[in-house]
């Protein structure tokens, strides 16, 4: 069939059901995005790439299809690198689109070139270049295919000259793969395993929330066995958290209930995760990874199974299905041995761990360094961030989409957030990128705009994703709630200063003068300064109401005290020795011809 290169290349979209794009406008893409409109693709023209990234993966991920990013070849594309690399760790298939410098002038340094396949080689789950226009719809097709086998984002990169150009093409099918079920043997040793485990304990990770059916598997099988259920760092949706067996998320700032119940394991079925290290670091000083209990590690990636923790069965795999195949083959009596003593175990753990959780306020310092109670005292009136986070619980509606961001104060709370179903949990991940709370959620309204929508930032985070706030109040974008807990620090670098670097406090303060409600009203938004509790409540109940009523987006500043949480990287940090000393007299001037 006749057609132009940009008319198979959304014919081949459309082919796909990919109906959202992200980025900002450039000539590069304009003989694509012109017929975006007459195609149903919407194009969310962003304040900066990297937010649009992310926006497209806050979509993709609550809702679990497949959107677009893409932008000017050159500086727009490069300033997608951080959303890419954090999909990629988030293990969300998107379809990143990099028009490329033309063909007839690329390798001369012209205007916006830049080696757009060696840039992100590193980021993507597949990546493959168009060589002939007449190719365009076989690769597009491949990519996407590719992205949705990996679950990760997957390049397509095509010289901008061979747009507009008249093809004789036909559109394929979407190339499907069905999802595996496990190694036969693998499986039925691992069902063997957990027959005879007296004390099994299962870790889910994200690949529970990405397969289908995988928390309503995963669940059956804790029945079968009452076997406590962890999940991984940034993974609190991965099980349902009004389960009386959810132990709670280990890791960082996570759940003693659930690290006390692992270290006692004797079995443990990692199911849809790569074990990743933030997954099973020490919390609260307590090393609770079982080194004598049998390790069962369940992910679809082959690479990512041994890699971290040492294992007794490998399992290449779905989540789901690999979790009902085991179910089918446990013997009569699994999960017998010492079932109501476990189950009692469960109850009186998580008892416990809930009640101090509610008793905790105050964040601690360690021996030697005195921050905390410092902030306390500067700031006695102030809120202490886990007061913030007792303020949102009381306000957020059970059924809500949280984005997270990066930093101290995210990380505070990340004890605190249950869900009843999976995809209700977006965090930047292991990547790590800061600014990625805003935009997170704007994609995830995008996608579920019946659904109320929370994110929350630290202030320096959301320094970063401030500018869309001159986006998203228009017409066409969905109304979202935005908290930012505002202390005026880089809380985590700062309670690293307090630990190793003699409270040398560089580049960790931020402006005093800056108010992020203030800026949110001048793009014609509705910012909110909340001081106390109280507040803080009563502000994020009438911004859902705005949100999901009024169509209102609201930025709420809850303004906290200073105090900081345990530093992230206790295991790669040490205090710093001098040497030869260091001198600003030892500085020489440069010289200029």
């Excluded at 063909?103 to 916006?112: A, E, H, V």
């Excluded at 997270?404 to 249950?418: E, H, L, R, T």
């Excluded at 990625?436 to 959301?462: E, N, W």
């Excluded at 228009?474 to 630990?499: D, H």
Aim: charged share 20%; aromatic share 8%.
């Amino acid at each position: 069939m006749k057609m132009t290169t940009e008319e198979a290349f959304v014919k081949c979209l459309q082919r796909h059901g990919i109906e959202h794009a992200f980025g900002i406008i450039g000539s590069a893409m304009m003989p694509i995005s012109d017929i975006f409109p007459d195609a149903g693709i919407k194009f969310w023209d962003c304040a900066h790439e990297g937010s649009a990234g992310m926006m497209s993966d806050g979509y993709t991920r609550a809702t679990g299809k497949m959107s677009m990013m893409i932008a000017q070849n050159g500086p727009g594309i490069t300033n997608f690198v951080t959303a890419v690399k954090t999909a990629y760790w988030n293990h969300t298939p998107l379809l990143l689109v990099t028009p490329q410098a033309a063909n007839k002038t690329i390798g001369q340094g012209g205007f916006q070139e830049v080696e757009q396949m060696k840039l992100f080689e590193d980021m993507v789950s597949y990546q493959e270049e168009v060589r002939d226009p007449t190719r365009v719809a076989e690769v597009l097709t491949r990519v996407i295919s590719q992205a949705k086998r990996l679950s990760g984002p997957a390049q397509i990169n095509i010289p901008r000259d061979f747009w507009t150009q008249v093809v004789d093409i036909e559109i394929p099918d979407p190339i499907e793969f069905e999802a595996s079920p496990g190694g036969q043997n693998s499986v039925a040793e691992a069902a063997a395993i957990l027959s005879a485990a007296k004390n099994p304990v299962i870790l889910n990770g994200a690949g529970v929330v990405l397969s289908k059916g995988g928390l309503a598997a995963s669940q059956e099988l804790a029945e079968r066995l009452t076997a406590p259920v962890c999940v991984g760092y940034q993974h609190n949706d991965a099980f349902p958290g009004n389960h009386p067996l959810f132990a709670g998320p280990l890791g960082y700032n996570g759940s003693k209930a659930g690290m006390q119940l692992i270290s006692e394991a004797d079995v443990v079925l990692c199911l849809g995760t790569r074990l990743n290290p933030f997954s099973t670091l020490p919390g609260y000083g307590i090393d609770y990874w079982p080194t004598d209990a049998k390790i069962i590690q369940v992910d679809i990636n082959p690479d990512r199974i041994g890699l971290t923790k040492k294992v007794t069965v490998g399992i290449v795999g779905d989540a789901a299905k690999v979790a009902n195949g085991i179910l089918s083959q446990l013997a009569d009596d699994a999960g017998d041995a010492g079932r109501d003593a476990r189950k009692d175990k469960i109850a009186q753990t998580k008892s416990a761990w809930a009640q101090e959780l509610t008793s905790m306020t105050e964040e601690q310092d360690d021996p030697g360094t005195n921050w905390n109670e410092r902030a306390r005292a500067a700031k006695p009136d102030w809120m202490a961030p886990r007061m913030a986070w007792r303020a949102i619980q009381a306000a957020l509606p059970v059924e809500a989409i949280i984005s997270s961001d990066i930093g101290n104060n995210c990380a505070i709370g990340n004890a605190y957030p249950s869900f009843e179903e999976g995809r209700k949990y977006l965090a930047p991940g292991l990547f790590g990128p800061c600014g990625y709370g805003l935009p997170a959620i704007v994609g995830a309204k995008i996608g579920q705009p019946d659904v109320p929508v929370v994110g929350f930032a630290g202030d320096g985070a959301f320094g970063i994703a401030v500018n869309e706030l001159t986006a998203i109040g228009r017409g066409e974008w969905p109304a979202i709630t935005q908290i930012v807990f505002r202390n005026y620090q880089w809380g985590a670098e700062k309670r690293n200063s307090t630990l190793w670097f003699d409270d040398n406090f560089v580049g960790t303060e931020l402006d005093e003068q800056v108010s992020y409600a203030g800026i949110a009203n001048a793009c014609g938004l509705k910012g909110v300064v909340a001081r106390t509790q109280e507040e803080l409540t009563a502000a994020l109940n009438q911004a859902i109401k705005d949100q999901m009523e009024n169509g209102i987006t609201t930025l709420i500043e809850a303004m906290i005290n200073q105090e900081l949480g345990d530093p992230f990287r206790r295991d790669a940090m040490k205090k710093p020795v001098k040497v030869a000393g260091i001198s600003k007299d030892d500085m020489v001037p440069q010289t200029v011809a």
